[in-house]
Nanobody
Framework: QVEMAESGGGSVEAGGSLRLSCEAS????????MGWFRQAPGEEREGVAS????????SYSDSVKGRFTISQDNVKNTVYLQMNNLKPEDTAMYYC?????????????????WGQGTQVTVSS
């Protein structure tokens, strides 16, 4: 059974930073990529960042490019999301995501396994 275990998140003022972590378990083979999505109240879930482990290729939504950085610890099937210069519009539930060929597409990859979510709140 695939599980995505997230940690991090919290409340910060605008301009602050937070770091999210996520470890994947239960895959028969190590996942080739992982990513982060977010969902604000009343909004659809949207992709934020993804990383292909072997190549190191990273992808970001336009709204976070230059402020967020996704990185990996592939020994532990873990990804991190470093979020800098946070804005109130970044407030959302953030979800770690793992590969699923039939899942939700985001910038060339598809995701279908989700963590329970971790709340990020940015105050102005």
């Amino acid at each position: 059974q695939v599980e995505m275990a997230e940690s991090g998140g919290g409340s910060v003022e605008a301009g602050g930073s937070l770091r999210l972590s996520c470890e994947a378990s239960g895959y028969t083979e190590s996942p080739a990529y992982m990513g982060w999505f977010r969902q604000a109240p009343g909004e659809e879930r949207e992709g934020v960042a993804s990383m292909v482990f072997r190549s190191g290729k990273t992808s970001y939504s336009d709204s976070v490019k230059g402020r967020f950085t996704i990185s990996q610890d592939n020994v532990k099937n873990t990804v991190y999301l470093q979020m800098n210069n946070l804005k109130p519009e970044d407030t959302a539930m953030y979800y770690c995501a793992g590969p699923d060929a039939l899942g939700v597409p985001f910038l060339g990859e598809t995701f279908g396994y989700w963590g329970q979510g971790t709340q990020v709140t940015v105050s102005s």
